[in-house]
C-alpha cells in the first residue's frame, strides 16, 4: 500500500477527500476541529509543491442543491487555516477547467458531494419495496461510477483522509479509488492514525484491556459487545443498558429504558462474559427520578431524585445515572488498565444531575493513561463527555469518526478503506 510519507506530490495533482462536514452558525464555521484535522495531510501535499482538489460532504442534502450545505460558506475558514488562497468551484462535476489549470501551491475546494445523489449511490424518489428498485439501483450504480471517474479525471493521485464516512461505499471515499492505480492512492495521516488507534485495541493489545460501553441501548452496541467478549479482559457495561439487564436478571426498573425483547440477549452476554474469562461489570446501583423532561434534557419542577439499588427501581422512577457504589467499582475496574476503549456515556450527561457517572469513568481513565495506558475514546456522545469534563488531552487518542469508529470495532472491513489497501 502506497504511504503518504513516501509520495512525492512536487507538480501533482491530488484530489482530497476530508470530512469538512463542519457544525456552521449564521453561515460561519462554529467548531473548526475537522478542518484542523485534515491540515497536516493537505499542508504535506502543498509542501512537497503539489496541488490540491479538496472534496467533501456537508449535512444530507440528498441529492439537492440545498444553499444551507454549500461548502461555499467554509471557503475562507479553511484558507485561513491552510494559509492559503482556496478557489471554489460551485458544481463537483464541473471543474475541469480549474482543475487543469492548478499550479504547484494551488488549492481548489469543490462544492458539497452530496448535491448529487450518485455520491452516495442511492437511488432518489423510490421506495426499497418498489419492484422496480433493484433496477433503479443497478441504473444509479452505475451513475456513481461515472461521477467517480469525472472526479477521478481531475487529479494525478487520490488520498483518503475522511475516517467519519471510512465506512460508507460512496463515490468520493471508496468508488473513485477505482480509478487510480496501487501506487497513487493512499491514506492521509488522520486516517493512519485512526488506523493505528484501532489496531492498538483489537490487534496489539497491552494488557489488561477494559472496555467501557455505555449509550442507551443493548442492541445498538451488541456487534461491538461479541467482538470484544474475545479480546478484553474487563468490560464495563453501563448507561441505559444496565436495565435491560437488571430486568434479565429478576430486578424492576420502573419506567427506565429496558429493551423487553434483548432480556435473552442480555442473559447470552453474562453467559458469554463467563465463557471468555470477562470479567463484566454492571451498575450495582444507580441516580433515580421520577420526572425527567427527556426535550430539554432537565428534570422537570418538583423532581425527586435518589440513588436506589440497580435492581430495585420503584414504580414511577427511571434510572439515568450509576449510583456511588457503581462509580467506585467502575474507577477500580479502569485502575490498572493497559488499554482502555470507551464509548457512550453512563447516564444522561446532558444533564448535570447525571453525569457523575460519566465523569467516575473519565477521571479513571484520564488517571490510568497517566499511568501509561493507551485509552481510545470514540462515538459522538463519549467524546462530548470527554470534552465538557475538560480532560480531551489527557487521553490517547479521542477518534473522529462515530459510526466508522464502531463498524472497526466489530471487526468489520471499512470500504474506505479497503479501497485503498486492495
Ligand atoms: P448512544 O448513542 O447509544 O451511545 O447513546 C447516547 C445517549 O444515551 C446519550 O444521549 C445519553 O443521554 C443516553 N443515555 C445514557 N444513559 C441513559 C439512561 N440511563 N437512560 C436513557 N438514556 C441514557
Not at 300 to 321: H, N, Q, R, S
Not at 330 to 337: E, N, P, S, V, Y
Request: glycine residues 10%; negative net charge.
Amino acid at each position: 500500500m502506497q504511504l503518504i510519507d513516501n509520495y512525492n506530490f512536487a507538480g501533482k495533482k491530488a484530489i482530497v477527500r476530508v470530512d469538512f462536514n463542519v457544525p456552521l452558525k449564521d453561515g460561519k464555521v462554529a467548531d473548526d476541529t475537522r478542518i484542523k484535522g485534515a491540515l497536516p495531510t493537505l499542508k504535506k501535499v502543498l509542501a512537497d509543491g503539489g496541488s490540491l482538489i479538496i472534496m467533501s460532504h456537508m449535512g444530507k442534502p440528498k441529492g439537492q442543491v440545498v444553499a444551507k450545505f454549500s461548502l461555499g460558506q467554509i471557503v475562507d475558514e479553511v484558507s485561513k487555516l491552510l494559509g492559503s488562497p482556496v478557489k471554489f468551484v460551485n458544481d463537483c462535476q464541473k471543474a475541469q477547467a480549474e482543475a487543469a489549470a492548478l499550479k504547484p501551491g494551488d488549492v481548489l475546494l469543490l462544492e458539497n458531494l452530496r448535491f448529487y445523489a450518485e455520491e452516495e449511490g442511492k437511488p432518489v424518489g423510490i421506495d426499497k419495496e418498489d419492484p422496480a428498485y433493484e433496477a433503479a439501483k443497478k441504473e444509479m450504480k452505475e451513475k456513481q461510477k461515472e461521477f467517480s471517474k469525472v472526479l477521478a479525471s481531475y487529479a494525478d493521485c487520490y488520498i483518503n483522509d475522511a475516517f467519519g464516512t471510512a465506512h460508507r461505499k460512496h463515490a468520493s471515499t471508496a468508488v473513485i479509488a477505482d480509478y487510480f492505480d496501487a501506487d497513487n492512492k493512499m491514506l492521509g495521516y488522520l486516517m493512519e492514525k485512526e488506523v493505528a488507534a484501532v489496531d492498538k485495541v483489537l490487534n496489539n493489545i497491552n494488557r489488561p484491556f477494559v472496555a467501557i460501553m455505555g449509550g442507551s441501548k443493548v442492541s445498538t452496541k451488541i456487534g461491538i459487545i461479541e467482538n470484544l467478549m474475545t479480546k478484553v479482559d474487563r468490560l464495563i457495561l453501563c448507561g441505559g443498558m444496565t436495565y435491560t439487564f437488571a430486568k434479565a436478571n429478576g430486578g424492576t426498573v420502573g419506567t427506565s429504558i429496558c429493551e423487553e425483547d434483548k432480556l435473552d440477549l442480555a442473559l447470552e452476554i453474562q453467559e458469554m462474559a463467563k465463557k471468555n474469562n470477562v470479567e463484566l461489570y454492571l451498575a450495582v446501583d444507580c441516580v433515580v427520578t421520577n420526572a425527567f423532561d427527556f426535550d430539554n434534557m432537565s428534570l422537570k419542577p418538583g423532581a425527586e431524585v435518589k440513588i436506589v439499588p440497580a435492581t430495585e427501581i420503584p414504580d414511577g422512577f427511571e434510572g439515568l445515572d450509576a449510583g456511588v457504589k457503581s462509580q467506585k467499582i467502575f474507577a477500580d475496574a479502569i485502575k490498572g488498565a493497559k488499554t482502555i476503549l470507551w464509548n457512550g456515556p453512563a447516564g444522561v450527561f446532558e444533564c448535570d444531575d447525571f453525569t457523575a457517572g460519566s465523569k467516575a469513568i473519565a477521571n479513571a481513565i484520564a488517571e490510568a493513561t497517566k499511568e501509561g495506558a493507551f485509552s481510545l475514546i470514540g462515538g459522538g456522545d463519549s467524546v462530548a463527555c470527554i470534552n465538557k469534563f475538560g480532560l480531551a488531552d489527557q487521553v490517547s487518542y479521542i477518534s473522529t469518526g462515530g459510526g466508522a469508529l464502531l463498524e472497526a470495532i466489530e471487526g468489520k472491513e471499512l470500504p474506505g478503506i479497503k479501497a485503498i489497501k486492495g
